[in-house]
């Protein structure tokens, strides 16, 4: 059975999915969903070297067998998977991503912090292999940046933008790349560069706020899983767009949307409003 090929249980299209970092937060959460899914199948699951979970089974802690067993392994750990899932940090997502070219096998990519250069790598690599690419895979959270892209064109002028996230201590990166990609959004809408009318940081006397910028603000701390609100501030009112994750079975869940959009797709580069419908 060739990579592209789909096997069928009862009647039912399956998926062979392989997931990095199997045994970090999100990773549980994808093989959590994955088991529940009646139409995607564990095919691998990966990790680091270090990690205390090699060799023991992907899906011990639900108390069940998958009969995968996580391993440092590449090769071995996707060459029985369709697509692979990686949710880990930039340097892992591209060596996981090198071999996922080599053998064909697809990849639906939630890491977050690339840099330019890491991301034309990424489009590179989608030359020969077909990639689901965001920083967010939550299906409300795709369905707000095209709210947000509506409300940006219809407050072009006398509002200003303020974008403010939250996340859980342990988050490594700041702004998070869905702010980033709501910045991108909204900038786009705008025709202007994020690059260009982005603030990061304010500190002492910064003079009166640029009304062509776009401000950035996070907080770190606690539990929290994500929250982000787009402040549209004028002139007597504001309006405020805010989604709030509770959990992160909403990426697992996006995630597997993202499976099923690339069955069958050899190469390119794709984004959730791809997946969703929204372009």
Known sequence: MTKASHSTVSGTQQHRVAVAGASGRMGHMLIEAIRASDDCRLAGALDTAASPAIGNDAAAFLGHASGVAVSADLRA???????????TRPEGTLAHLKVCRELGVNAVIGTTG????????IEDA?????IVMAPNM?????VTLKLLQMAAKALATGYDIEIIEAHHRHKVDAPSGTALKMGEVIAQALG????QCAVFAREGVTGERDPSTIGFSSIRGGDIVGDHTVLFAGTGE?????????????YAEGSLRAVRFLAGRKNGMFDMFDVLGLK
């Open 77 to 87: 750990g996707l060459a029985q998977a369709q697509v692979l899932i990686d949710f």
């Open 114 to 121: 690339f840099t330019e250069r890491q991301k034309a790598q």
């Open 126 to 130: 989608a030359r020969d292999i077909a």
């Open 138 to 142: 939550s299906v409300g959270v795709n």
């Open 192 to 195: 202007r560069d994020l690059k």
């Open 238 to 250: 504001r309006i405020e767009i805010t989604h709030k994750s509770a959990s992160r079975s909403t």
